[in-house]
């Protein structure tokens, strides 16, 4: 590996640790923040549905920004989106401001995220194929998993336990404070490397480029499409999961106001996804087919959900949730290879933000729609059904398998031989 390349992966490393801490600082109490803010189960999340129709609404404008203006612009761009609207997000718990308001504070997040969504990845492909990277791609985002895993083991450990000992709208301030940071090293040490900016084209020919090329290289790409539309049910499912899980274990554990038991339980997801990332380089050799894992993956990602649901003890619920988000860990690196195998450069971005448009389209639905079984039936219940939504991806896996792409095999390189 280059010098050049090793450079890459650090600078990669250090926004993935840096972005993933600023956020993890609110994700161990963030639905316990939306319910003291006076919303019901089913208003908190149409909140966080709110923020996936953000992302929705703005991963084409924001792809734009990332092939006409560059991708460290865009990286960039969305740190300070992301500071501004976490700052608002404040100001709407201070005055108890009605859903609304909740809304268009959710929405900006959303449009903070687009920024980072195909841009980022993106970024790290193009500028490894430019500096002679040769080896595999899933041990860089594994890798990336491992150090995401670690911001959030200490992020959300951190805010849960600022949040005990303050209120929670201190685990905010921490998090726009390390936006801040953010900020810094991306001006410092990101580059576009091995890609120029498209900074002639006009704004409507931008956007219809973008299109087209989410078109051409994601829908009318089969093995690419499949996994698109398998995206919605994991991603919908997933941010349910993930948030619920915090008022749902405070309910199992007996006491609403431990805090500090919500911010080690995303603490322990943070631990999963760190065991998931280290064990993908040897989970990689006992499969000769990408898809294979993927599928195993989501089987079981829909087995642990069920079982959260009709095993409601609490401790029985913490280890069901460390193999669900250590099987999610795992898959996650498989997936990104997967595909970024059959995307030109010039598409990856675009691509790569078509993908996670899909996904946080499935958000939008899924999220307020457990929310309110979650009202009507309770936390368990909502488990139960969100298992059953996310079932319905894996047949989109089994057809991605059948179309025998050639990123689907896995290789064994020398040094893993």
Do not use: C, K
Not at 123 to 152: I, K
Not at 232 to 248: I, K, N, S
Not at 254 to 267: C, K, R, S, V
């Amino acid at each position: 590996m280059t010098d050049d390349a090793r450079r890459v992966q650090r600078t990669y490393l250090a926004l993935t640790l840096l972005t993933t801490l600023a956020a993890s600082f609110i994700w161990g109490v963030n639905t316990l923040f939306l319910l003291d803010a006076g919303l019901s189960n089913a208003e908190a999340f149409a909140a966080n549905a709110f923020f996936s129709a953000g992302q929705v609404l703005f991963e084409v404008p924001t792809g734009v920004v990332a092939d006409t203006r560059g991708r460290r612009f865009s990286f960039m761009l969305g740190a300070g989106t992301l500071l501004l609207s976490t700052l608002l997000y404040l100001a709407m718990w201070n005055v108890h401001a009605p859903l609304w308001g909740w809304a268009i504070a959710s929405v900006l997040l959303g449009l903070g995220f687009t920024f980072f969504s195909g841009a980022t990845e993106a970024w790290l492909v193009d500028a490894l194929s430019a500096t002679g990277f040769t080896g595999d791609l899933e041990s860089v985002f594994g890798r990336a998993q491992v150090v995401g895993g670690a911001a959030m083991l200490v992020g959300s450990v951190a805010g849960g336990v600022i949040a005990q000992l303050t209120d929670l709208g201190v685990p905010y301030i921490a998090r726009a404070a390390f936006l801040g940071l953010t900020l810094v090293i991306a001006w410092l040490y990101m580059r576009d490397i091995g890609f120029s900016p498209a900074r002639g084209v006009t704004p409507v020919t931008a956007v219809r480029t973008v299109i087209t090329g989410a078109v051409d290289g994601g829908l009318r790409n089969r093995p690419v499409r499949w996994l698109m539309f398998a995206s919605p049910f994991v991603t919908g499912v997933g941010f349910y999961a993930f948030y619920a899980l915090q008022p749902y274990l405070l309910e199992l554990y007996g006491d609403p106001n431990a805090y500090g038991i919500a911010g080690l339980a995303a603490a322990l997801l943070a631990g999963a996804q760190i065991a998931g990332g280290l064990i993908v380089p040897w989970v990689r050799r006992l499969f000769a087919l990408r898809t294979d894992i993927l599928v195993l993956a989501g089987v079981l990602e829909v087995a642990m959900l069920a079982l959260l649901g009709l095993m409601p003890v609490f401790w029985i619920a913490v280890a069901l949730l460390a193999v669900w988000a250590m099987v999610g860990a795992l898959s996650m690196p498989v997936r990104q290879s997967f595909i970024n195998g059959l995307i030109p450069s010039e598409q990856r971005a675009t691509v790569l933000s078509f993908d996670s448009l899909i996904g946080s389209a499935g958000g939008v639905v899924a999220q307020p729609a457990l929310g309110r079984v979650a009202d009507i039936g309770g936390y368990a219940a909502s488990y139960v059904v969100a298992a059953g939504v996310q079932a319905l991806a894996v047949p989109f896996y089994l057809l991605a398998r059948r179309e025998r792409a050639h990123s689907d095999p896995i290789a064994v390189i020398p040094a893993e031989a």
